[in-house]
């Protein structure tokens, strides 16, 4: 018999898991002085020294290795752009992760094209056979998600990609400070797209970056995000080659107004010091919550990747042996300590595929590995904020609930 007794006036909640990570005081001061003169447009400067956005962008490209990096409004808008940039037409097939957020199929139904979703693993990476089963002569793009920051084998996708004539973009909204053999996540393919949404390691509420290495996708981008006359000339350059393709490109590109405000910016620029010491505290946290978790033979952890370092703000984790009526009392029995489990399986989450019913003919995608694992699949958040003794705490009350569940 399940024990559904839910506690209806508990003390306390255990643990605070929906805090967000606030902005460090000189962003908050450097915010303040622009709004205070009015300088929140990303060109009322005269010269890139002088542009809080512009000064971000060389920051943040320095910080995770790429030649050019971008900022925009959202990650979305930044995964929309990098399919335009590559040429991606209405009717063209895409293939992505279907273990995602409904953002990056978003991303390929605004640019008209149609998403082909691929298997994931038990680790929640892309399926390689699957994907290589997907790629037709029809194929023109992987947008590949490492969705909560859990990194896919990507010398495999890669090698793939380059066999079959595939252009790679990776969605890395949660892979800040994450690298695969010592290369940061987003410097695989032709552009790798991040997000500074508040639930994200860097915060300034919206907002997103682009990184590439490659001249024509940054010229484009410049032009698409919403520059205008020769406003490129207050970006960072650093080539005459690159000067000539904005001039070629200038009349032909849309402007859709995807810029980044300077206020946006310095909030930013005054996290990017800060974020080795934030993956450092994250991951201390997620290990210590691991070896917890890991005594009980109800949860299956994903496998550590060795090639892979991750900075993981969250945890996730897949329940064995449990019915789904066992499953829901386990999270009854959890949210009055505060412990808000989201199971990606479930009706109407946003990250499960199901529930993308913009894509024509969802209902007849069939992703059995996908859909069965997501079905268990917990997801939790684990802010900065967090002690080693509320991760002992957390840890200490989903064991003992699961115990109270199963037994």
Same mark, same amino acid.
């Given at each position: 018999?399940?024990?559904?007794?839910? *506690? $209806?006036?508990?003390?306390?909640?255990?643990?605070?898991?929906?805090?967000?990570?606030?902005?460090?005081?000189?962003?908050?001061?450097?915010?303040?002085?622009?709004?205070?003169? !009015?300088?929140?447009?990303?060109?009322?400067?005269?010269?890139?020294?002088?542009?809080?956005?512009?000064?971000?962008?060389?920051?943040?490209?320095?910080?995770? !290795?790429?030649?050019?990096?971008?900022?925009?409004?959202?990650?979305?808008?930044?995964?929309?752009?990098?399919?335009?940039?590559?040429?991606?037409?209405? !009717?063209?097939?895409?293939?992505?992760? =279907?273990?995602? #957020?409904?953002?990056?199929?978003?991303?390929?139904?605004? =640019?008209?094209?149609? *998403?082909?979703?691929?298997?994931?693993?038990?680790?929640?990476?892309?399926?390689?056979?699957?994907?290589?089963?997907?790629? $037709?002569?029809?194929?023109?793009?992987?947008?590949?998600?490492?969705?909560?920051?859990?990194?896919?084998?990507?010398?495999?996708?890669?090698? /793939?990609?380059?066999?079959?004539?595939?252009?790679?973009?990776?969605?890395?909204?949660?892979?800040?400070?994450?690298?695969?053999?010592?290369?940061?996540?987003?410097?695989? !393919?032709? =552009?790798?797209?991040?997000?500074?949404?508040?639930?994200?390691?860097?915060?300034?509420?919206?907002?997103?970056?682009? /990184?590439?290495?490659?001249?024509?996708?940054?010229?484009?981008? /410049?032009?698409?995000?919403?520059?205008?006359?020769?406003?490129?000339?207050?970006?960072?350059?650093?080539?005459?080659?690159?000067?000539?393709?904005?001039? +070629?490109?200038?009349?032909?590109?849309?402007?859709?107004?995807?810029?980044?405000?300077?206020?946006?910016?310095?909030?930013?620029?005054?996290?990017?010091?800060?974020?080795?010491?934030?993956?450092?505290? #994250?991951?201390?946290?997620?290990?210590?919550?691991?070896?917890?978790?890991?005594?009980?033979?109800?949860?299956?952890?994903?496998?550590?990747?060795?090639?892979?370092?991750?900075?993981?703000?969250?945890?996730?984790?897949?329940?064995?042996?449990?019915?789904?009526? +066992?499953?829901? =009392?386990?999270?009854?029995?959890?949210?009055?300590?505060?412990?808000?489990?989201?199971?990606?399986?479930? +009706?109407?989450?946003?990250?499960?595929?199901?529930?993308?019913?913009? /894509?024509?003919?969802?209902?007849?995608?069939?992703?059995?590995?996908?859909?069965?694992?997501?079905?268990?699949?917990?997801?939790?958040?684990?802010?900065?904020?967090?002690?080693? @003794?509320?991760?002992?705490?957390?840890? @200490? +009350?989903?064991?003992? $609930?699961?115990?109270?569940?199963?037994?």
């Amino acid at each position: 018999m399940i024990k559904t007794d839910i *506690p $209806t006036a508990p003390p306390r909640p255990v643990v605070n898991l929906h805090s967000f990570d606030p902005i460090p005081d000189a962003g908050i001061r450097r915010a303040t002085e622009l709004m205070e003169k !009015g300088l929140l447009y990303r060109y009322s400067c005269s010269e890139p020294e002088d542009s809080e956005v512009a000064l971000l962008e060389k920051e943040f490209a320095k910080y995770v !290795g790429a030649r050019f990096a971008i900022t925009v409004n959202s990650c979305g808008s930044a995964l929309y752009l990098s399919l335009l940039c590559l040429g991606v037409k209405p !009717g063209d097939k895409v293939l992505s992760s =279907a273990f995602t #957020y409904t953002a990056v199929p978003s991303a390929i139904v605004h =640019a008209g094209a149609k *998403p082909v979703l691929v298997e994931c693993t038990r680790d929640y990476c892309i399926d390689t056979e699957d994907l290589r089963e997907k790629i $037709t002569a029809e194929t023109k793009v992987l947008l590949i998600s490492h969705m909560r920051g859990h990194v896919s084998e990507m010398d495999e996708v890669v090698n /793939i990609c380059e066999e079959k004539g595939v252009k790679l973009v990776e969605d890395c909204a949660h892979s800040h400070c994450v690298t695969y053999n010592g290369t940061h996540t987003g410097l695989f !393919g032709s =552009a790798g797209c991040f997000s500074t949404q508040s639930h994200k390691m860097m915060n300034s509420g919206e907002g997103g970056f682009l /990184i590439t290495n490659d001249e024509e996708i940054i010229a484009k981008m /410049i032009l698409y995000t919403g520059s205008q006359e020769t406003f490129w000339r207050k970006h960072f350059l650093g080539s005459q080659s690159l000067e000539d393709l904005l001039s +070629k490109y200038q009349e032909l590109i849309p402007n859709l107004s995807m810029r980044m405000s300077n206020a946006a910016a310095a909030m930013l620029r005054s996290q990017i010091p800060l974020m080795e010491g934030w993956a450092t505290t #994250y991951s201390r946290n997620y290990n210590a919550l691991v070896d917890i978790l890991s005594e009980s033979e109800y949860i299956e952890l994903p496998t550590p990747n060795p090639k892979v370092r991750r900075a993981p703000n969250t945890i996730q984790f897949n329940l064995l042996g449990m019915d789904m009526a +066992k499953v829901d =009392a386990f999270l009854k029995y959890l949210s009055p300590y505060g412990i808000n489990i989201k199971m990606f399986g479930a +009706k109407g989450n946003p990250r499960l595929f199901k529930s993308w019913k913009y /894509i024509n003919g969802i209902e007849n995608v069939h992703l059995p590995r996908t859909e069965s694992l997501l079905l268990y699949a917990c997801d939790l958040p684990l802010p900065l904020s967090l002690t080693q @003794e509320s991760i002992e705490l957390l840890g @200490e +009350k989903i064991l003992e $609930t699961l115990k109270r569940v199963m037994d």
